[in-house]
């Protein structure tokens, strides 16, 4: 995993979430700028044990009499764990795109590149690796677009969600802090209703397996029966101790093990939809490090994968190898218009049992489609998109 | 489960699904209507099982050489994937509307009632009725919003995404098929690229996990202990043969029930989102099942709540007394402004320790902070919503 | 999935379960025998709705003072489930018998047939077929083990556990209604102590799990290019109407879509471990169809995966050609005991380069370790086993 | 967590686990006692990212002609993940222990102590709370056999699962290294058999279960309306800042937030049953960190739940108090041998309708029908399981 999406997800960032959304506060409120003194977030995370979070470990840390004026716990883990998100986004997009656009490239350099298309894992019929990349970059930027729509809020709403702490001012002061960590407004305080937590857990599973999709046909054909792709050597990489000749799909292999689990990061987020009343005891503390572990896998995972396809090596010739491979089998559905599809199927069954190529089959580049139609639709929304 | 959700996604309604699916492909491209015979859908699951869908019992039931033309087994059932939900999704959203009008209602008619709020289960401080009803309709609405935002899009790109077999007229005869389904049409065929399934088994998720929130707050509040709320007892509803006083909270437990099934359902899809190539052995097949799954047990755990939410019996005078139940120790924090946080502690816990009531507490209901302007801004978001 | 399969847990099938914990709870306290009419499975599911669940159904319909006497729903609904799993596992035990015994044929047979052993799906040395066969053998007798070690336990508590209603006969009765059903029994009434639900539960994801393992290998063995075995082609078998020459391996691809459904299902259970107090409000009721998929869809990940087996058609001199695709570049672990690592290496590396074969090589079937003793032990321990 | 828990799971606790593995391999095949200088995991993992697995770094930094002989980097990677396990699980068993003993001395203290039984969170009918505590105590035990039960194997198979490289010995030095490191002995190496793995991550699954169970019924119980119990307020454990009355049931809850995050991660582990040929390209890379976190969170929600029921304070005259509540309702069923189904539901109805006790109900401890005999069935079940 990148060391930045480790650092942007790992404790210190959530303490220093939290400093932040105190600041904030007193500044909300118009309070005298707090005073922050170096704080260890070890020793924060021990002495928030016996209440159940580290908050008020916080609070006792800055030592001052306005931090925290009129919030709870829970607003400071909340609006932490947002802003922990926020900040670790951008680093998990850059990878994205920087995936996105490697797909891109694929997908404009090899649109017109024939290639066997598998279904169920048996050659089915011709495509172009471009088709294939840009399938991958529409994904890609579908899963971006989910993302991109979960609203980061705020949250502020005193022990109870009432904002009865703040007196007259709970909503201007909801508003201004708001406005101050660039966090959205949220409607009311959401201390269990969690929609846009599992939100966020969902559109990153759905990040995730985007790239696993990927990193699945790549491993599929980096294998060495069929030999279309391999991930880049340099320094290294992929290579055995005592298997010197190989090229292991590591990139992938990992993007695959990230994706994992994020999945299951993601599903407790999931389950942790329901909690009770005003707070909930359980739900909303499993919440902490699976929405950090969900972030992090995910990032690591687009980082593995946008490394595996910025080195990756094609190879267009064993791509027309594979595609002769059955003699023309292949092409038996283009016989279909000029000899009817009993007649196609008699002859194919017949070269197939023969062993003989099928003298009849044309060659595959002629029944490509709209393969090439669809790498420019794929490209031009991607550009739309950006 | 409602009968009329069960039938929208059982067997019946796939099937009528693909038979729309191959009528309109031959509309799509100027073929002669179909004749489509009565089909038994036992029959062909049955005879769908050798090639591992029905796509091609149904095709040689329909008994056509127009019949399918174009088309590969996945684009039938991916196509009829997306109308069983487009025809799902309506009554679920009925639901879901249904529950959001009552939780508005109650919102509205206790916007002043006052309640305890409980973090942790404990009671904490004063909040309202109306206020929790208030934050129950906004996850709803969140809900319903993610629901609607899922592109329902057709399928079709031929045996392997290409569009080869409808030669130069494939990209016009996937955006007439798009007008005639009255599915999006999307930018490629998406036989291995499974966002928005995902997407939509995720949202559905979400959804059911917004009403479980509401299901858990009303059987902790249905406690005989608590008694603020009970689940309607008509037509012996909720009975107990061999418990005559008890009254279950049925629907909350229903609800609660289908929501966990719907968890498990919408794993599968998130987990079914790496697909191999260009059709998939196995993750693809596991759709169908989990799919109809996550809709149904959705649309039951929707039902099931709208039920007990209609059939809700309020009880603001044991709210009230529950309110009174620690002699105002819940209005310790009321008394910091006027006291000094460490007077107001020490008389908070004096009163504790003798068990006598806090006679300096100011009434509940006079520390409720924002709750009314917040159950009007709930109101007014849902309002602008519909 | 096998019609006796779907049988074995569908409605039908719970209500003679029920049915046959009233007849034997009567037999158990030496009343008369129960009468039982014809009871419709459907009416049942709608008449228990109100209530909950369909126990109190059941028993109106029983129509007799003495049914019932002593228990409670959880008590019919409990003990049902386990008679449904008694029932039904023996039907999914004969499916994982049928693969395991080919399993073992294929050990045996394939005991020394060369074939290369592929680590992230690159090739790494060679192995044999009936290594990787006894391999699959030995997890899928793992997987027996442990769905043979879950206890089936009767359940008899009453309404809170204490058999209250059966004076000073609770204990005795017990034990005679688990004679009476075959039933275990517990050492207390297990309403809300559902570790042996989850057991079971999980016992039947690792069992789908072990033949997902294999169907992974074969439908990758199957692949056009690697072409080391197929599914039996009989009959239609894996069948294209579009791609005659397609021989897809649709066993392999369905043992795999029912094993993500088991997963989804057997989480069900796993996340309802924690019941509240003495009877779950939510938790309990999601189990019964989480159970009757899960073992429903185990019992289909097991046919699909028998017929795929039975029917498996393995080419060894494919096999053997794969083994020399690289030109003896996996054989350069043998050379380092002659060579030395580096010069291994070397030779290796310069003949990956050149693209002439590794003249060095020895024969790949000279370098097979102890595969054969291997294979052995696992088939002693599958004997022993039986 | 636990200090030694999260140490015993951390990285250095890998690091070494694989450490020990090179030297016991050293070892079983008589060569020279490897010399170990001192090295760091962040390093180790940090180099080990190009192969995808730190095996191959630490091999590096053995720098050794005789380290890792015989062995590939899954042997190493696999070993060491069951000897981590093998070295926290006394550790996670120290603290369900705890749990079990303190389980069984409040059933033991409790065995007559009434309290009401609840069903769907309605008061249902008396029982003890040493029964409620006996029924815990039963499902710890239950799981800590499932733990109990789980074979931790040694893993050595070379590159390929044959021992091929480790030449006629291959056998032997699996024997003696799996009597070096204390492991078991596996009939066949398992890079790709992950039973094991599964059926680990399984029983961590359901111990957390176990435990979330009672964590559930205690901060029910501990709800303000109910009061039965209490966590320990020693040293400001659950306090709040805001409300100095509060009495958080803090370890249940943290108990409970552990529990869902070892379902997720143990959800990984199922999921990564189906692992490719002779090594996987990702789901294998995706246990490390899902086994790791499975053990620490077992371990956390353990030692959670231990100290909040060694610090619990139980209150009897609530107990008491609630069972009264609902002036004898509870008692219908006991008057129904007495005054018949129909007459006790009449009367029932009236004092429900009415609001006046219901007179003709006997003391609730006069219908506890065998909840004393249970609770000693279940110590004794506790004392022989020792």
Redesign the interface.
Known sequence: MPPQIAAATGDGAWLQAMVDFEVALARAQGLPELDVPPIDPVEIARAGR???NPA?AL?AALDSPDA?RGA???DVMDTAAMLVARRTLPLIHAELAGVAATCAALAREHRDTPM?????????????FG??A??WL??ID??RG?LT?VPLQVELG??????????ED??AVLGRLAAELELEEP??????????V??LG?AL??AA??L??I???L??M?????GEVAESAE????????????????G??????????V??????L?????????????????EW??LS?ALALTGGAAASLREALEGLEVFPERMRA?LD??GG??M???L?PRLGRAE??RV??EA?RSGQPLREAPDPTT?????G??VD??LK?HEEGR
């Not at 005193?158 to 007196?167: H, I, R, S």
């Not at 029944?367 to 393969?371: F, H, V």
């Open positions: 016996p209440s159940g008020a609070v925290h709870t716990s829970q066997v298309a598998r279904t169920l894992l048996q050659q089915a019929l011709p495509t172009t088709l294939k840009a399938g529409l994904g579908e899963a989910l729509a005193g022990a109870a969600g009432t904002l009865a702490a703040l007196g709970g909503l409607v009311l305080p959401w201390h269990t209703r969690r929609v846009r599992a939100q969902g599973a759905i397996g985007a696993e999709k990193a699945l046909d491993k599929l980096a294998q060495t029966e069929v320094g290294g990489r992929g290579g055995s101790s005592t298997l010197p000749h190989k090229r292991n799909p590591v992938s292999a990992l993007t695959i093990a990230c994706a994992a689990g999945r299951g990061a993601a599903s407790v999931t389950g942790a939809l329901a909690q009770e009343h005003e707070r909930a005891a359980g739900a909303w503390q499993a490090e699976a572990r594979n491979l059955t089998l292949i038996t559905e283009a279909v196609a199927k194919a069954e197939a029944y490509l489609g709209s393969a139609a669809l639709r794929a929304a």
